[in-house]
């Protein structure tokens, strides 16, 4: 039997497998993720959507007591000692103060910032089909920040090349690329949401 998680520091945990909510194993050609790694919406005490963890990570947040399940998956988690639902929303016990600087500068959050959509072309790509574009060039000391990286398609990216925009009358941004903030935070866990029904009452995706 293949084994589809690969095995981490809680053993109870990476020694299982989620099932359907029918009890039958799902098709290994047809499962996208990897059930503990399917990303879980987290939410404050005050239910305000703070983060997104993987479904390992909030598994262990509710065996801890930290954290309860707000909304399931639909399939449940069969371990050694334990058989709980997959959790698809949990919200922390205790509010916590929680600095959203604190986001990850990563190819994929930058992407989802911007859309999939190409800042110089408007273009709206594949994640594969985009690269990350320094605004001002590395090689001209722009740095990796939010402010200076952008969703790029790969015909722009080489177009640009080691070019300052004021150099080149044909490329424009489509818009300043933003600093992070709540702002953008919120921005992210929409796009990460919105495929997910459970998750869209918790992001107000109504404003
Ligand atoms: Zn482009």
Redesign the pocket.
């Known amino acids: 039997m293949s084994h589809p998680v690969k095995p981490r520091k809680q053993k109870s945990i990476a020694k299982c497998q989620a099932v359907t909510a029918q009890g039958e194993h799902p098709q290994p050609q047809l499962r996208t993720r990897v059930p503990l790694q399917t990303p879980v919406l987290v939410l404050n005490a005050s239910y305000e959507p703070i983060n997104i963890c993987g479904a390992r990570r909030a598994l262990v947040l509710v065996l801890k007591g930290v954290a309860r399940t707000e909304e399931e998956q639909g399939s449940t988690l069969h371990a050694a000692r334990v058989h709980m639902p997959m959790p698809s929303v949990i919200r922390l016990l205790e509010y916590r103060r929680i600095p959203h600087q604190t986001r990850a500068l990563s190819r994929k959050n930058i992407l989802l910032r911007d859309r999939n959509t190409?800042q110089?072309?408007h273009?709206i790509l594949s994640t594969g089909d985009l690269t990350l574009d320094h605004v001002i060039p590395r090689s001209r000391g722009g740095l990796s920040t939010w402010e200076n990286l952008v969703a790029?398609?790969h015909?722009?990216n080489r177009r640009k090349g080691n070019q300052l925009l004021q150099e080149l009358a044909d490329m424009h941004l489509s818009r300043e690329p933003r600093p992070f903030s709540l702002h953008t935070s919120r921005h992210i866990m929409r796009m990460m949401g919105s495929s997910d029904a459970s998750w869209r009452k918790y992001l107000y995706f109504e404003d």
Do not use: G, I, L, N
């Open positions: 190409c110089y072309c273009c790029c398609c015909d722009c």
